[in-house]
């Protein structure tokens, strides 16, 4: 197609790249509501998307890769909302955590039910979990903390996310962290 000022975006490639992205996002979480990740199809999704098949593949490599990065893009908020909170007792940090759980519940609670769990346990992992660079006991102790944290997680969501941040933290609270 020739390109004229009616065929070519106003938008930047960067500002393309955005739209596109959080469309095919959009219309995944969307389609997730009614159907299993895997009954999707690419073709599908961007159908619904409204974008074309090498948009999906230039931005993504998978299905799981969208959800992965829109958890990562959800999760940096906690992480931003960590840092203002430094020097405050970590029941009340994990407190903001929980509330950030419950601020995208329906996200969250689509992902548990649809069976997608390990896609936010691998985000999760891999932002408050053991790094490389870290010595033997630092690793062990990141290790221990985020995975026992995962597993409060996970269970607060298989009880259906029944309590409240501030219940959370009271529960945090009373086992002395």
């Known amino acids: 197609m020739k390109q004229t000022k009616h065929t070519v975006s106003p938008m930047s490639n960067e500002g393309r790249n955005a739209y596109v992205t959080q469309q095919i996002t959009d219309a995944l979480i969307c389609l997730l509501a009614d159907n299993e990740l895997q ?4 073709s599908q ?3 619904h998307a409204g974008v074309g098949r090498a948009s999906f593949y230039r931005n993504f490599q998978s299905k799981e890769d969208i959800l992965k990065i829109h958890i990562r893009a959800l999760l940096q908020d906690v992480i931003d909302k960590f840092k203002k909170e430094e020097g405050k007792p970590l029941s009340e940090q994990l407190g903001i ?21 390990n896609l936010f346990k691998d985000v999760f992992m891999e932002i408050c979990g053991p790094k490389p660079e870290y010595a033997m006991a630092e690793a062990y102790a990141a290790a221990f903390a985020s995975y026992a944290l995962y597993g409060w997680i996970e269970v607060w969501f298989d009880r259906g996310m029944q309590e409240s941040a501030e219940e959370i933290t009271a529960l945090f609270q009373s086992h002395g962290l």
């Open 45 to 47: 999704l961007c159908a």
């Open 97 to 117: 955590l929980f509330s950030h759980l419950i601020q995208h519940r329906d996200f969250y609670s689509l992902i548990h039910r649809r069976n997608l769990m």
């Open 39 to 42: 009954q999707l199809s690419v």
